[in-house]
């Protein structure tokens, strides 16, 4: 009992820690030295950014032992998802052929789709990992709450279209000027 508990905490940070190491080894082979302020960016804004949207009220993780260690309200797991997203999304662009600006920008079309499309509905709909909370007065508060028709409010996919465009342009600004 004890062990299959202690294992189920840290199914998820294994899983994607494995993931995130997959794809940076990839990463490494094709971009050496520069994916690593790449992987920092991600990590730094993933724990930073997590903690401060839900700090606000936007959403919770929930405290199953399924979501495991937490670094103050964010599981841990959170950061390496983030990782392989940003990642595995510019690494499926080039592999489309893409370069350059292209593969950065369908980076983060193919992410905010995955996002909609699979992470939203399982891991906090079907899994219960975290709960959405209307906020009034919250970030997008521009958006009228008849659009709210998805698992999160339309920001989230906002920010996984964004995001992932701005931290793969960096690495391609870092393979430009250096």
Same mark, same amino acid.
């Given at each position: 009992m004890f062990m299959s508990l202690r294992l189920r905490n840290f199914a998820l940070l294994v899983v994607f820690v494995v993931l995130a190491v997959l794809t940076s080894t990839i990463m490494w082979d094709l971009f050496n030295w520069r994916m690593l302020p790449h992987?920092?960016? &991600?990590?730094?804004?993933?724990?930073?950014?997590?903690?401060?949207?839900?700090?606000?009220?936007?959403?919770h993780y929930t405290r199953q032992e399924t979501n495991g260690p937490f670094v103050r309200s964010v599981p841990l797991w959170i950061m390496f998802l983030w990782v392989f997203? &940003?990642?595995?999304?510019?690494?499926?662009?080039?592999?489309?052929?893409?370069?350059? #600006?292209?593969?950065?920008?369908?980076?983060?079309?193919?992410?905010?789709?995955?996002?909609?499309?699979?992470?939203?509905?399982?891991?906090?709909?079907?899994?219960?990992?975290?709960?959405?909370?209307?906020?009034?007065?919250?970030?997008?508060? #521009?958006?009228?709450?008849?659009?709210?028709?998805?698992?999160?409010?339309?920001?989230?996919? &906002?920010?996984?279209? &964004?995001?992932?465009?701005l931290a793969n342009c960096f690495l391609v600004s870092l393979m430009i000027f250096f």
């Open positions: 992987i920092l960016l &991600v990590i730094s804004v993933a724990v930073i950014g997590e903690n401060l949207v839900s700090s606000q009220g936007y959403y997203c &940003v990642q595995t999304g510019f690494l499926v662009s080039l592999n489309l052929g893409l370069g350059g #600006i292209s593969a950065c920008l369908m980076s983060g079309i193919l992410i905010s789709i995955a996002d909609l499309l699979l992470i939203e509905p399982f891991m906090s709909r079907t899994m219960e990992l975290w709960r959405w909370t209307p906020v009034v007065n919250g970030y997008f508060r #521009i958006v009228p709450s008849k659009v709210h028709r998805f698992t999160a409010p339309p920001g989230n996919y &906002v920010t996984w279209f &964004v995001f992932p465009i």
